[in-house]
């Protein structure tokens, strides 16, 4: 079982910034890939962007350029990974989901939402 709690998401001004974090616990040792999804309303789930257990990342291209995926791999039984997003348009509101997969598993956070509005 994996964990996910996301936090960093609120309201923000367009060309703003905002960091996302995701606190994973668990069996985090067995995740290969890790990533950050977001769904508007009315809309469906998208893939923001991924980072493996390597450091190989992937972004979808509507934020290439302006968000960037990292971890941070503490030596303890916590691993965290940020999105950073910069330069942020009204589009890119939406519930922010944290991802997790494990060889035969998939788990999510419950959502942040970000909100781009002046």
């Known amino acids: 079982q994996v964990q996910l709690v996301e936090s960093g998401g609120g309201l923000v001004q367009p060309g703003g910034s905002l960091r996302l974090s995701c606190a994973a616990s668990?069996?985090?040792?067995?995740?290969?890939?890790m990533g950050w999804y977001r769904q508007a309303p009315g809309k469906q789930r998208e893939l923001v962007a991924t980072i493996t257990s390597g450091g190989n990342t992937n972004y979808a291209d509507s934020v290439k350029g302006r968000f960037t995926i990292s971890t941070d791999n503490a030596k303890n039984t916590k691993n965290t990974v940020y999105l950073q997003m910069n330069s942020l348009e009204p589009e890119d509101t939406a519930v922010y989901y944290c991802?997790?997969?494990?060889?035969?598993?998939?788990?999510w956070g419950q959502g942040t939402q970000v909100t781009v509005s002046s």
């Open positions: 668990g069996s985090i040792f067995n995740i290969y890939i």
């Open positions: 991802n997790a997969r494990l060889i035969g598993f998939v788990f």
